[in-house]
T-cell receptor, first 112, second 116 residues
């Protein structure tokens, strides 16, 4: 059974710092991995989608990497800003099915 | 306008009441999903539908039912609400097939349900 873990559960950093959020999964037979952002009272916004055949995806200040063999993905945020404060969720979709398993998220707070 | 909408956005109800949460999408996607989110937990799948005639249970379907009224509409019902169904509920959609869209999921804004 696929399990997705995100560490840390919460993170506070000063503005301008580069940071890494971690996601680990137990079953390497994945179809894709998706990173989301969730703001309080709002839905999930898709940030990056990495297919199983890819190693990384980039969008602006965000870079997501995928290492299937070790069951890990990282979301790198460069030059963090207060507007980056949100909860970041990692979600894994396994091969042979459509179900997506979510991690519990990392709550990020960027201090001005 | 939002691609995936949910109504209501907030609802407070009492134990034993029947509640319906509605989801509509303009993305033209075939697949629709209902999830619930509890504090400290990831999203968990309640029900999913691949098309109008296809309904499937997710990992936590007990106490819930769904209706796919049209390709663009997917409703979630709580026949007799109980307090442990207090949660944030999300509707999501994904594209028509794997070759075209890679099944990236798109979420609605959520419905916060409180059962007293």
């Amino acid at each position: 059974k696929q399990e997705v873990t995100q560490i840390p559960a919460a993170l506070s950093v000063p503005e301008g710092e580069n940071l890494v959020l971690n996601c680990s999964f137990t079953d390497s037979a994945i179809y894709n991995l998706q990173w989301f952002r969730q703001d309080p009272g709002k839905g999930l916004t898709s940030l990056l989608l990495i297919q199983s055949s890819q190693r990384e995806q980039t969008s602006g200040r965000l870079n997501a990497s995928l290492d299937k063999s070790s069951g890990r993905s990282t979301l790198y945020i460069a030059a963090s800003q207060p507007g980056d404060s949100a909860t970041y969720l990692c979600a894994v979709r396994n091969t042979g099915g459509f179900k997506t398993i979510f991690g519990a998220g990392t709550r990020l707070f960027v201090k001005a | 306008d939002a691609d995936v909408t949910q109504t209501p956005r907030n609802r407070i109800t009492k134990t034993g009441k029947r509640i319906m949460l509605e989801c509509s999408q303009t993305k033209g996607h075939d697949r629709m999903y209902w999830y619930r989110q509890d504090p400290g937990l990831g999203l968990r799948l309640i029900y999913y539908s691949f098309d109008v005639k296809d309904i499937n249970k997710g990992e936590i379907s007990d106490g819930y039912s769904v209706s796919r009224q049209a390709q663009a509409k997917f409703s979630l019902s709580l026949e007799s609400a109980i307090p442990n169904q207090t949660a944030l509920y999300f509707c999501a959609t994904s594209g028509p097939n794997e070759r075209e869209s890679y099944n990236e999921q798109f979420f609605g804004p959520g419905t916060r349900l409180t059962v007293l």
